[in-house]
Each structure stands twice: as structure tokens, then as C-alpha cells.
């Protein structure tokens, strides 16, 4: 069983930052690529980031390049998301997932992800 607990979230003024972590733990992979998702109300969830186990391989959604940085830490099993200039827009709930499948390669879509994490709020005032 693989967990996924992400941390970091808040309430933030826009064009203020805030920085998530999403820490995985259990029977994973040592080769797995992870994705940030995120869902507003009333909207469907949306791919934000994603990287491959390696750092490699990195894509954003038009909406947060320039502004969002995905990155990992292997020895630590955690992968963060630097988010600066934020906008009311990103208001959501963000969430991270793993990809163990996805040696080679990365994916945007959600139906790739095997493991969840459980979501964090956040939210940006304007």
C-alpha cells in the first residue's frame, strides 16, 4: 500500500506564494513519476505539474508556467510544488499522485496515476 499525504496548503493574497510537499511512503517503486493536480469548486480536476522519477522530465499546464515549480527529493520521497505569483484563480484543491508504471516517459493524464493523496486547500484572495 502506497501513501500519499501532501502539506503546505493555505489561504495566500494574490500574487503572494505558497510551496506544497506531497511526501509518498510505503511499498512504492524506486522508479515512479509524480503529477500535481487540482480541482475548483464546480470545475473538474485539471493537470497542474508532473515530473519523472528522474527530474528529467518536467510539464506544467499553460496556466501555471512561468509561476509553478514542480521538483523532487528521492532520499526523502517527496515532491514539491513552488507555487509563486499566485491568482484567484488557482484557487482549489490541490492533489498529488504517482505514476508506478511510467519508467520512461510522463503523463498529464489523471487515469494514469495509480496512488492519491488525499488533497490540500488553496486559496487565493483577491
Known amino acids: 500500500q502506497v501513501q500519499l499525504v501532501e502539506s503546505g496548503g493555505g489561504l495566500v493574497q494574490a500574487g503572494g506564494s505558497l510551496s506544497l510537499s506531497c511526501a509518498a511512503s510505503?511499498?512504492?517503486?524506486?522508479?515512479?513519476?509524480m503529477g500535481w493536480f487540482r480541482q475548483a469548486p464546480g470545475k473538474e480536476r485539471e493537470f497542474v505539474a508532473a515530473i519523472n522519477w528522474s527530474s528529467y522530465i518536467i510539464y506544467y499546464a499553460d496556466s501555471v508556467k512561468g509561476r509553478f515549480t514542480i521538483s523532487r527529493d528521492n532520499a526523502k520521497n517527496t515532491v514539491y510544488l513552488q507555487m509563486n505569483s499566485l491568482k484567484p484563480e488557482d484557487t482549489a484543491v490541490y492533489s498529488c499522485?504517482?505514476?508506478?508504471?511510467?519508467?520512461?516517459?510522463?503523463?498529464?493524464?489523471?487515469?494514469?496515476?495509480?496512488?492519491w493523496g488525499q488533497g490540500t486547500q488553496v486559496t487565493v484572495s483577491s
Open positions: 510505503g511499498r512504492i517503486s524506486s522508479r515512479y513519476s
Open positions: 499522485a504517482a505514476d508506478e508504471s511510467r519508467i520512461y516517459g510522463l503523463s498529464r493524464r489523471q487515469d494514469d496515476y495509480d496512488y
